[in-house]
């Protein structure tokens, strides 16, 4: 088992956060094969961005040391046995990458990255076609920006400080897990790749999720971590595809409504059906269900095998999909709807007891698997005083954040995401009510975001 607390005091080597390209998310793989067929040309930019401002990351992350782990990256490539993973994926009933593509992530480079402070901030930005894997930063970039805020603050900590910390984070997790336990009908995920702890400690959380849930555990987003672990890599697709559809449409407001349901035509020529599964809320769920062609609607009823939550109430979302369901004559129990919008494990339970008799459900547990400390500092609401300018309780510095890489111009237009939570709204804030009138959003529910 992991020593977390002598890797905390005394680091090992270089300690690089991110050792192999597979230490990504299932869907970055996925999205870089549709993006090689059906828009290698396109031109995109890529930002994070910071929603939890509390945390002034540019003056608790070293740059050197930030700059120092992403140039590492770029030196990496995927061996031969990732890739003999990668070409020999079958756990989705046929083969999933064609050679060509196999051939295309043997041959992957992360490109050139941008990174400038603002303030207290950093801002970082990849650029170029998506012929050149782009995309493939976004996890990458989060991962190492998060860790080294973890480890800015653990280089302050005693030695009986760690000790008790995480003594406190594994006994949390373990008392969350046998509460899951208590309900063998609870499918879990494992999406805490892009905002946690760090990577020891993922792989950990999975470990764990293996040992106490069994078969409750239906894989990890992890690509490595499923590799070396033997379990099945789990993902579905993400936001930055329809954006991509509808910045190129704009500013034709009917193009534009359409441009969504190009990703499900062009995903199910290259996909097989476990891994069909609808995000809705790139521009709100409502204006992807309301501008849905009805000969499409009924064919993906029929053909995709679910959809997920990102965004909005998700009890209220959930009705409003089985609902869609059944006005198009399929049988909603037959049907898979993904929960993974910032849950708890009390989110998991309350949503499992309600959904459990009308429709099949699994819960993509991220930030609050993976990189849940709150409380488990042994002076959690001491003041973190060793960095200055930053005014946080050790509680607050050692929890888990909102930060996310998305979308921000395509072909040299600005983008927007428009989902159902006002808060998530992204890109450039001048373009929103255009957007709100071409997809006839009203005024919206806020949602706090944690994570």
């Avoid at 140039?71 to 989705?92: K, N």
């Avoid at 999406?191 to 946690?196: I, L």
């Avoid at 789990?234 to 534009?256: C, F």
């Avoid at 991220?366 to 500092?377: E, P």
Wanted: charged letters at 25%; a neutral charge; one cysteine or more.
């Amino acid at each position: 088992m992991t020593d977390f607390v002598s890797r905390a005091l005394h680091p090992d080597g270089n300690d690089w956060i991110v050792r192999s390209l597979l230490d990504i998310d299932f869907y970055k793989p996925n999205m870089d094969y549709y993006e090689a067929e059906f828009l290698p040309d396109v031109r995109v930019t890529y930002g994070l961005i910071n929603r939890s401002r509390q945390f002034p990351l540019a003056l608790m992350v070293d740059e050197a040391e930030f700059r120092r782990q992403l140039d590492h990256v770029r030196g990496l490539t995927i061996s031969s046995t990732e890739a003999a993973f990668l070409s020999g994926m079958d756990a989705y009933g046929t083969r999933l990458f064609p050679e060509r593509q196999v051939e295309r992530f043997k041959k992957l480079r992360l490109c050139e990255y941008k990174l400038d402070r603002d303030g207290e901030q950093y801002t970082f930005t990849v650029s170029g076609p998506n012929r050149d894997a782009i995309s493939w930063w976004e996890t990458i970039a989060m991962c190492i920006l998060l860790e080294l805020k973890t480890r800015a603050v653990l280089k302050f900590m005693k030695r009986h400080e760690v000790e008790i910390l995480y003594a406190r984070a594994k006994d949390k997790l373990y008392n969350k897990l046998k509460l899951l336990k208590q309900y063998p009908g609870i499918r879990i995920v494992n999406f805490g790749t892009r905002r946690r702890h760090s990577h020891l400690w993922e792989k950990f959380v999975s470990e764990m999720f293996l040992e106490v849930l069994g078969p409750q555990l239906s894989g990890v987003s992890n690509v490595l971590h499923a590799m070396q672990l033997g379990v099945t890599p789990m993902g579905t697709n993400a936001h930055q595809l329809p954006m991509q559809h509808v910045t190129l449409a704009y500013p034709d407001p009917e193009a534009m409504r359409q441009a969504p349901y190009q990703v499900l035509r062009n995903w199910s020529s290259i996909f097989p059906q476990p891994l069909r599964i609808e995000l809705q809320d790139a521009y709100t769920t409502d204006a992807y269900h309301r501008y849905m062609p009805e000969d499409l609607a009924y064919e993906i009823a029929r053909t995709y095998r679910g959809a997920r939550q990102d965004s909005g109430d998700p009890s209220e979302e959930c009705r409003k999909q089985i609902a869609w369901y059944e006005r198009h004559g399929v049988d909603p129990r037959e049907k898979l709807y993904i929960f993974s919008d910032g849950l708890t494990h009390m989110d998991i339970v309350k949503l499992y007891l309600e959904f459990k008799d009308q429709i099949m459900m699994s819960f993509g547990w991220g930030t609050n698997a993976t990189n849940d400390f709150h409380g488990c500092h042994p002076d959690a609401d001491a003041m973190f005083t060793h960095l200055a300018g930053v005014t946080l309780t050790w509680d607050q510095a050692l929890s888990g954040m909102s930060l996310v890489c998305k979308v921000v111009e395509v072909n040299g237009t600005r983008a927007v995401k428009l989902p159902n939570n006002p808060k998530k709204i992204t890109g450039d804030q001048t373009l929103v009510p255009f957007y709100k009138v071409v997809y006839a959003v009203g005024d919206q529910v806020s949602q706090e975001v944690l994570v």
